[in-house]
């Protein structure tokens, strides 16, 4: 079984801040949803965390793997998107003619601008950890963890579940949320600490 966890939150998620590369902690908030989400992460019984290089998301695997044993192996290319001269922006998801909106809104049609990396640079970039690293620990059963980000994130359930980019948000998740993806029989479910389910971005 893969486990796909987004970081918790960070100050800048709670003003609807681009992110991207900018390397920003968790807050207080984020620290306790985390830890909050570890007797969930311990339940699956993984075998090893992959973790982004980023400081919210290597935070968040340290706490919710404390006292585990699992190995946190931190992987350059978990990184989240980079938005280049965007990230710090505030209300991109308000403004349909900012150049981001498309990138969640119509993802298929983004082109990148000013800096930013594009969806095909990305794509790639999942398809490389695929190829190198999870690929042969799925041929080995390994139970996984990864603790990336939202656009990371949704762009390795893409590749995984071989979506069209037109569905690249279909399973948008909350900080500290896991999509659990399990290879064998192609069952996909997201859970947070109370629940399991299926939850679709909402345009």
């Not at 992959?50 to 192996?73: D, F, H, K, M």
Request: net charge negative; hydrophobic share 35%.
């Amino acid at each position: 079984m893969i486990g796909i966890m987004r970081h918790g939150k960070t100050d800048w998620n709670i003003v609807h801040k681009i992110q991207g590369r900018t390397d920003i902690p968790l807050n207080e908030e984020g620290i306790n949803s985390a830890r909050e989400a570890r007797d969930n992460v311990l339940a699956c019984n993984f075998d090893i965390c992959y973790v982004s290089p980023l400081i919210r998301a290597r935070q968040t695997a340290q706490i919710v793997t404390e006292g585990s044993g699992i190995e946190c192996v931190v992987d350059d290319r978990l990184k989240e998107l980079g938005f280049g001269d965007y990230e710090g922006m505030e209300g991109v998801y308000g403004k349909p003619d900012h150049p981001l909106y498309k990138f969640f809104f119509d993802t298929e049609h983004y082109e990148a601008t000013g800096g930013a990396e594009s969806i095909e640079c990305l794509m790639k970039r999942v398809e490389s950890f695929c190829d190198d690293v999870l690929n042969e620990l799925m041929e080995e059963g390994k139970n996984v963890l990864i603790v990336a980000h939202g656009a990371l994130n949704a762009a390795l359930i893409t590749f995984l579940m071989k979506n069209p980019i037109k569905d690249f948000w279909a399973y948008g998740q909350s900080n500290c949320s896991i999509f659990k993806y399990y290879p064998e029989d192609m069952q996909r479910t997201m859970t947070d600490n109370t629940a399991t389910y299926i939850r679709k971005k909402e345009a």
